[in-house]
């Protein structure tokens, strides 16, 4: 399974960005797909994540600011970020669960400024 992630960027403090992620290879029907964080030194900690079905898990940090969708037809994960803190600076990271096996894609740059 390959990952590729899109959207990262620099925005001013309070403004917007939209992640997305596409999975491509041997993506099964039944997984969890989502976008983790991780700042230099740090651990790579979850942002969101969504199954398959529609459920879905936030950090405490980014209830009522972040979105998380996704579309299964395309495999396709997005992350709607709104009203961005500096503390959201990181490398965001997009990652799918399936039957035990975890993937992740490149990384992309989120830099917000204050």
């Known amino acids: 399974v390959q990952l590729q992630a899109y959207g990262g960027g620099l925005v001013q403090a309070g403004g917007s960005l939209r992640l997305s992620c596409a999975a491509s290879?041997?993506?099964?029907?039944?997984?969890?797909m989502g976008w983790y964080r991780q700042d230099p030194g740090t651990q790579r900690v979850l942002v969101a994540s969504?199954?398959?079905?529609?459920?879905?898990n936030y950090a405490d940090s980014v209830k009522g600011r972040f979105t998380i969708s996704r579309d299964n037809a395309k495999n396709t994960v997005y992350l709607q970020m709104n009203s961005l803190k500096s503390e959201d600076t990181a490398v965001y990271y997009c990652?799918?669960?399936?039957?035990?096996?975890?993937?992740w894609g490149q990384g992309t740059q989120v830099t917000v400024s204050s």
């Open positions: 969504m199954t398959n079905g529609g459920l879905t």
């Open positions: 990652n799918i669960l399936q039957r035990g096996q975890s993937y």
């Open positions: 290879g041997n993506v099964f029907g039944f997984n969890i």
